[in-house]
């Protein structure tokens, strides 16, 4: 094969590749904005999901996460919203989150389960976290997370 060529292919090959990661990776949740929230030293950079489509999907089919990365989920009201890890591939921590920011419960969940986790009062933020961010950070019900979008 004459070498020019073969880059050629092999760009070719890449871009395809990248094009294809990309649109799995859209398919997961297309165009969420991301809100910077903060409680003590922490900051956290979350995902929003504030419509049915983007809460349905979640972190689905994901195989990692950053650190300090999460996803923010937001309902128009208040409610037992209950969560389940469906194509979850990674484990993660939920915090459920009071309308004046004072984290409710939070509940550690494994990977791909269907088992329910629910708020012990009606909430209308849940932030999902990699397990045990909080635990590890000894952030515990009570506190309040800073920077949640008013709807």
């Known amino acids: 094969m004459h ?4 880059r050629q292919i092999t760009l070719a090959i890449a871009v395809t590749l990248s094009t294809f990661s990309t649109a799995v990776f859209c398919q997961q949740n297309i165009d969420l904005q ?8 922490y900051r956290i950079q979350a995902e ?11 972190l689905m089919n994901r195989s990692s996460m950053p650190t300090n990365s999460g996803m923010l ?6 409610a037992g919203h209950c969560f389940w890890m469906s194509n979850t591939k990674i484990p993660l921590s ?7 920011g004072k984290i409710v419960n939070i509940e550690e969940m ?10 012990q009062a009606a909430v209308r933020y849940a932030l999902e976290m990699n397990k045990q961010w909080f635990s590890e ?4 019900p009570g506190t309040v997370i800073l920077g949640l979008p008013k709807k």
Request: contains cysteine; hydrophobic residues 40%; proline residues 6%.
């Open 34 to 41: 991301s809100v910077e929230l903060k409680t003590g030293i």
């Open 110 to 119: 494994q990977a791909d389960t269907t088992n329910n986790h629910c708020p």
């Open 48 to 58: 929003v999901a504030d419509t049915p489509k983007a809460r349905e999907v979640g």
């Open 137 to 140: 950070r000894m952030i515990v």
């Open 73 to 78: 989920f937001i309902f128009e009201e208040k």
């Open 3 to 6: 070498l020019p060529c073969f």
């Open 94 to 100: 939920i915090a459920f989150i009071s309308n004046d």
